[in-house]
């Protein structure tokens, strides 16, 4: 069974800092690996997805994330953080079967110091 | 609909009561996944169908909660007796398929459930 791991609970960089959060995943097959972000007091909604098309993958507001096989990971990276950056973000993963189910892991907590 | 739409948005109901939250996933979408987010941490998974069947309930905290699906479609998460600690946001979601190419999960809004 697939499963998700998400190291560091909170994460706190300075504005135009490198944005580096961190997953890692488990997969007896291929995955498809998701990365969502929650702006506070939102819902959540979908930052980039990887399908196996490319390994890095580019998502909405500058972000991007690198699928290494070799290190089961799909880190979430930006260049230059922003303030409105700050948000909770979860990484989460599906298998190949259309009957299976994602799997999130359990986030983490962006913060930005100007 | 245009996206998935959960009812209400917010409740506030007594101790003991019984409540019932709404999922209308996106038309089509054959997985549909319940969530609980309390202040502040990530997310607990609930419950996921395929269809109308619930291959997963593993995450279904106790036996006063229960859901069903019907049609395929509109999905009722139900908590009996509700407790303080049920006290949370309810997030639904749902996706084309469970897995595979076609499996991003869209959300709710949720629902705020305070018990008071």
């Known amino acids: 069974a697939q499963s998700v791991t998400q190291l560091g609970s909170h994460v706190s960089v300075s504005e135009g800092a490198l944005v580096l959060l961190r997953c890692n995943y488990s997969?007896?097959?291929?995955?498809?690996l998701f990365w969502y972000v929650q702006y506070p007091n939102q819902g959540l909604q979908l930052l980039l997805k990887y399908t196996s098309a490319a390994t890095l993958v580019k998502g909405i507001n500058g972000f991007e994330a690198e699928f290494k096989k070799s290190e089961t990971s799909f880190h979430l990276t930006k260049p230059s953080a922003h303030m409105s950056d700050a948000a909770e973000y979860f990484c989460a993963v599906s298998e190949g079967s259309s009957a299976s189910k994602i799997i999130f892991g359990s986030g983490t907590r962006l913060s930005i110091r100007p | 609909g245009a996206g998935v739409s959960q009812s209400p948005s917010n409740k506030v109901t007594e101790k003991g009561k019984d409540v019932e939250l709404r999922c209308d996933p996106i038309s089509g979408h054959t997985a549909l996944y319940w969530y609980r987010q309390s202040l502040g941490q990530g997310l607990e998974f609930l419950i996921y169908?395929?269809?109308?069947?619930?291959?997963?309930k593993s995450g279904l905290p106790s036996d006063r909660f229960s859901a069903e699906r019907t049609g395929g479609s509109v999905s009722t998460l139900t908590i009996q007796r509700t407790q303080q600690e049920d006290s949370a946001v309810y997030l639904c979601a749902s996706s084309l398929v469970g897995g595979g190419l076609f499996s991003e999960a869209f959300f709710g809004q949720g629902t705020r459930l305070t018990v008071v």
């Open positions: 997969s007896s097959v291929p995955p498809y």
């Open positions: 169908f395929q269809g109308n069947s619930a291959p997963d």
